[in-house]
């Protein structure tokens, strides 16, 4: 009998595999990331061209009006609309980014079941959706403040004088401050909208039915109980006085049914004042409460988003 020679049963070939020795960020650069991820995806970039056609058109419609009115007052002194009536004034377009981006942040993790890779990090529950959000109210920033800055650089420059550069500035901050409030707001309740289901279209659709029925209905129920224009344009031309007569406590009441009535109330509230088509009436003491509504609101929206990604379904 011959005895064959013992061979290996397999060889251990060397591939370059190596184990990762850089810096590890750690949870805060897990959401660093995710939020810079969210920002980029809310203006379509680093993916094709489609997906920047509704962000980047939202933009130039609401930056070409403000470019307008800068060259009205440039040349003729004539503002046709104030910086703290400029989002009130083109809600729509808002209304119409958000439906379009939103789903796109939220639902498609959703959709694609990718939850499980960002909660396998060392990313807590509640930093995905602060995360989100933060990145859809910046996105939505970019959207209401740069008009806004266009048209006060346009305005500023053909001011004579500090006085009036100081005018215009102080007439500037208000504005700049109900883009902020109009940011979140809007962006806080299109994110919970739309963290309910993966489809694209429903988060869509609820997004724009939400937004535009609740004005539709606030906006009819604050005349048909009784809303007439109780403002008036100052002799002086420095502004508007509030009549001492009240339209009553049914439209007030229908102006909390809308985000975006919601917010020209308490607008009206904080600076005492309303322009005459104004959609909703003067609230006057009763300001407090749409303060509160809105706050409660809010508060509401954000905890609704973080037991939905505390749910273990998710999973």
Partial sequence: MTTESATPAGVIHDIGYRTYTGERVGRFGVVRALYWHSLRSAWGLGRGPKAKIVPFMALVIMCLPAVANAFSVSR??????????????????????????????????????????????????????????????TAMLGLTAVPQLLLYIGTVGSRHGGSEVWHETRAFFPGLELALLYSVVFGVLAALLSCYTGRRAFATGAVAVFFFGTWVVSSALVHLTGFRPHYHHRADGTGYFVNPDSPGIGPKVSGLLNPANLLEGLKEWIVGRAPDNADVPYPGSFGAVYLAVLVALCALAVLLLMRRYQKASLL
């Fill in 76 to 137: 003729t002194g004539i503002r046709a609309v104030n910086y703290d009536e400029y989002m009130h004034s083109f809600q729509l377009v808002l209304v119409l980014y958000l439906a379009a981006v939103t789903p796109e942040l939220i639902s498609r993790d959703i959709r694609n079941r990718t939850l499980p890779l960002y909660f396998s990090r060392p990313l807590r529950r509640t930093d995905y959706p602060l995360a989100k959000i933060s990145a859809l109210i």
